[in-house]
Each structure stands twice: as structure tokens, then as C-alpha cells.
């Protein structure tokens, strides 16, 4: 049989066995795998490791952000830097700004994708408003036109959901089949700290992260899984950065409650201490929940290598430090209350987890394509996506599990001016990202051409 495409001689990630065969591809789908395979095309992908292409399914793009702020990507620049860190789908979030529903909101975000991306994208909404058309309407109906998870916020002024209002969101979850995600930290905890602080004139970037103590995520971490229990629903507890927050998660689960986790790199490798450079440079570090110490780091890594963790996602949610309408924003150096919180990292992802993980031995091949791929795409319902399998979607990225390099700014492609890892060494590096078969980054170069869409979802399969 000819193919459109081969890719020959990898070592091919496919879920939960690593094999040396061909990758047979037609139509845009993965329709063999084997030896010898023939193709109209074929990539020598011999020293080279065939992976699922990434999903990153916790990612800010063009997200409203506050008057006068902005963020640094919109959706090429974005999918841009997801595809060259090997990404082949995205999962941005729907914020609806003031005065819009959550529909306008979703068709103003599908205006912003639509023809400009380099990654399939997949949206979840966020819920800010429990008022009866964004229950009785909007949310059912985008449910059911495949918008099947949102999230809920714990904190952050303004869009914070009270107890109440999280049962009452849950509950449309658990009657349409969608996935609720939690950002856990008590915001009256915050804010009793963060106005502590101000008082005492402790308003650089570092007291970002002193008055959101692990604690206070603790919290909101055992009051959310509590809350799933009581709705009876599952719960997707995201970005969690620390030991006591994902014991939470452990307890709920041995309650029987449905509970998912997702960590980020920033938890792995990056600390409060980085908040805390000269000057107003640890700005560039403020995103929330905090970068903690390094034992939360090694009990994020424990977590990950036990198999706690379900999805290994960046949070990328970039602003420009040199900038006004981003980390420089109008009373950010007076107080760390108004810097944007978000860093960029959509692009460093998996060379950061391939790297510390993988090459470092602490998780296995199968494992990585599984927290950065697979359990995505199960999970959240892309079911032509997540896996290098007969039927799926040909997404895959080639690993050179060799190549070493020094994250800069140089060398990466979003729209932001830093990133977070300037300076930190990786080996392995994704060197061609393949989307439905066609090639999106060679060499690091990303094409010169959109072919991403919007890809509707199934019910989760903890919905279902
Ligand atoms: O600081 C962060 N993480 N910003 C992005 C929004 C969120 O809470 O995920
Ligand atoms: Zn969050
Ligand atoms: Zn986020």
C-alpha cells in the first residue's frame, strides 16, 4: 500500500509500549504501523523518537486581562511557539469581557483562531457568572457544541466563584456531561495577607508569593474536592504546585471522588526565590498559584513519577515585561497586587519534562507521551487526538533525545520579551512537528502557513 507519507526508522511512543516500526500515513491519519512501509513521502527519522504531538491543554491566548493590559500572543504567534515546542493542539481558555455572554465571548475567540493558527486549538470556557442564561443557556448549549470543560476560579477578584456558586456551576456539569477545572487558592486568605503586606510596605514581586502560601491553596484544594464530592461530579484540580495540595487530592480520591491533577514546569523547576531578583525583574516570575521551594518541587516530581498527576499542562499566559500594558502595568512596581500574573511556556514544556524527566530517568518514555499527549486527549474528549494508534489524527513530533540546548529568548517564538528559563540547559530538543500529516516546524522553523482548526470535543470520559 502507498502512502501519502512515511516516517521511518524512529523509535515510536505509542501508548504504554515504545516500538522500532514505520509510521504509515494517509489522509491525514495514522492508517499503519509496521516494516517497509511505502509512501509517496518518506521522513528518515532513524536516531530519532516519534512522540505524540503535544497537547497543551491549559494555555491563555489573547485572554482579556484587565483594563490597559494585554496579552503578549495572540493566536498565531501563540501556535506558533506551541508547534515549534512540539505541541500540535492547544487548549485555550473563553474569558467573556465585561457586558458579553459566554456565546459572544466564544464566537469572539473562534474570530481571533479561525485561519491564523499553526495548532489545531480546542476551547474550554471559563465560568464567571452564575446567572441564569449563562446556566439555563449558554453553557448547556456550547456543552453540547463540543465546549465540554471550563473552569472556575477560587480567586482573583472579579472572577471569583463563592461556594455556592461552584455547586451551582458543578451542577450543569454533572446534568450536561462536561469536566469542571478549579483553580484552587482562598482569595479572603489572599487578601487578608496581601493587605497585611501592603501596610508594611512589602510590595516587590517577591510578596506575590509570601501572601499566596501554600496554604492557602491547601485550602481551596480540600474545600474544591469536597465540593466535586458533594455535586458528585469529577474535578480537575489544576496547576497544583505543592505537596499538601496534591495530599488533598490523594484523600479525596481514597473517598472515591473523581479527582484530577495537573501540574506545570514552573512547579518543577523554578522557586519563590526567583520572585525575589533585584530590582522588579521577579515580575517576570509572578503567576499564581507561586513557584514554591524546592522540596515542593521534589514532592511535585514524586507525585509525577508515582503516577498522581493525570496531565502536565504550561499555564503559558504571557505578558511583556518592558511594557506597560503587560508585568510593567500601571502600579506594578508600587505594589506586586498589580502585575499580571501568568508566564509564558507553551514552547518550553516538554523539552523541560523531557529533559528532567526523561533523560534524567525519572519518568519513562510511555509515561511522557501519557501526561503530555495521551491522558489530554482522553481526558478532556479530542478522540482523534493524544496517541500514535491506527485511526488517530497523524500529530506527531520527532524528538532529537540528543540534541542539547540553552532556553533563551533567542531561540523561542511567542510573543513575549523573557522567558522564565533563560539560561536553563535541556537535552532533547523537538526537531519536526507533524500535524494531520503535514509538516508544521522543520529545524525549528515553523511554515509559513495556518492549517490548524478548532477541533469539537466529546463528553470527558469521566463525564460520561
Ligand atoms: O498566573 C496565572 N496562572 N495566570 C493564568 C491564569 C490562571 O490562573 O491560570
Ligand atoms: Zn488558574
Ligand atoms: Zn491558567
Not at 505578558?319 to 509564558?344: L, M, W
Not at 532556553?407 to 523537538?430: M, R
Amino acid at each position: 500500500m502507498m502512502h501519502d507519507l512515511v516516517i521511518s526508522g524512529a523509535r515510536v511512543v505509542c501508548p504504554g509500549v515504545v516500538s522500532d516500526c514505520d509510521i504509515g500515513i494517509s489522509g491525514g491519519k495514522i492508517v499503519t504501523l509496521g516494516a517497509g512501509l511505502e509512501g509517496a513521502e518518506v521522513i528518515d527519522a532513524a536516531g530519532l523518537i516519534a512522540m505524540p504531538g503535544g497537547i497543551d491543554s491549559h494555555v491563555h491566548i489573547a485572554q482579556p486581562s484587565g483594563p490597559g493590559i494585554e496579552m503578549a500572543d495572540d493566536f498565531a504567534s501563540a501556535t506558533r511557539s506551541a508547534a515549534c515546542g512540539g505541541n500540535t493542539t492547544v487548549m485555550p481558555f473563553c474569558l467573556p469581557e465585561a457586558g458579553q455572554t459566554l456565546r459572544e465571548a466564544v464566537a469572539a475567540y473562534h474570530a481571533k483562531a479561525k485561519g491564523n493558527c499553526l495548532t489545531d486549538v480546542s476551547f474550554h470556557l471559563i465560568v464567571t457568572s452564575t446567572d441564569p442564561v449563562t446556566l439555563g443557556q449558554d453553557l448547556p448549549a456550547l456543552i453540547a457544541q463540543g465546549l465540554t470543560s471550563f473552569k472556575v476560579f477560587m480567586t482573583y477578584q472579579g472572577m471569583r466563584l463563592s461556594d455556592a456558586e461552584i455547586l451551582q456551576v458543578m451542577d450543569v456539569a454533572r446534568e450536561q456531561g462536561a469536566l469542571t477545572m478549579v483553580h484552587a487558592e482562598n482569595e479572603d486568605a489572599i487578601e487578608f495577607l496581601r493587605d497585611k503586606a501592603e501596610r508594611l510596605g512589602d510590595t516587590a514581586p517577591v510578596h506575590h508569593a509570601r501572601t499566596r502560601p501554600v496554604p492557602v491553596e491547601r485550602e481551596a484544594t480540600h474545600r474544591a474536592t469536597t465540593l466535586a464530592e458533594v455535586a458528585g461530579v469529577p474535578v480537575m484540580i489544576v496547576h497544583v504546585s505543592n505537596g499538601a495540595a496534591l495530599d488533598e487530592i490523594q484523600r479525596a480520591k481514597a473517598r472515591g471522588v473523581q479527582v484530577l491533577a495537573e501540574t506545570c514546569p514552573q512547579y518543577l523547576t523554578l522557586t519563590a526565590d526567583d520572585l525575589d531578583r533585584a530590582g522588579f525583574d521577579g515580575a517576570k516570575w509572578v503567576c499564581s498559584p507561586p513557584p514554591r521551594d524546592t522540596a515542593e518541587q521534589a514532592a511535585i516530581w514524586a507525585g509525577l513519577e508515582q503516577g498522581a498527576f493525570d496531565v502536565f499542562s504550561s499555564d503559558h499566559c504571557p505578558f511583556r515585561f518592558a511594557d506597560p500594558a503587560g508585568k510593567d502595568a500601571p502600579g506594578a512596581r508600587a505594589s506586586f497586587r498589580n502585575i499580571p500574573n501568568g508566564i509564558p511556556g507553551v514552547e518550553t514544556r516538554l523539552p523541560i519534562l523531557f529533559s528532567e524527566g526523561v533523560r534524567k530517568g525519572r519518568i519513562s518514555l510511555t509515561a511522557f507521551a501519557a501526561l503530555t499527549a495521551t491522558n489530554h486527549a482522553r481526558i478532556y474528549g479530542l478522540k482523534d487526538k493524544g496517541a500514535i494508534a491506527i485511526g488517530k489524527d497523524a500529530d506527531i513530533v520527532l524528538w532529537d533525545p540528543e540534541a542539547k540546548r540553552t532556553i533563551s529568548q533567542d531561540i523561542l517564538h511567542h510573543g513575549a520579551d523573557y522567558t522564565p528559563w533563560e539560561g536553563f540547559e535541556v537535552t532533547g530538543w523537538p526537531v519536526r512537528t507533524i500535524l494531520r500529516g503535514q509538516t508544521v516546524v522543520q529545524d525549528g522553523a515553523p511554515v509559513d502557513s495556518a492549517p490548524g482548526v478548532h477541533v469539537a470535543r466529546e463528553a470527558p470520559d469521566v463525564s460520561r
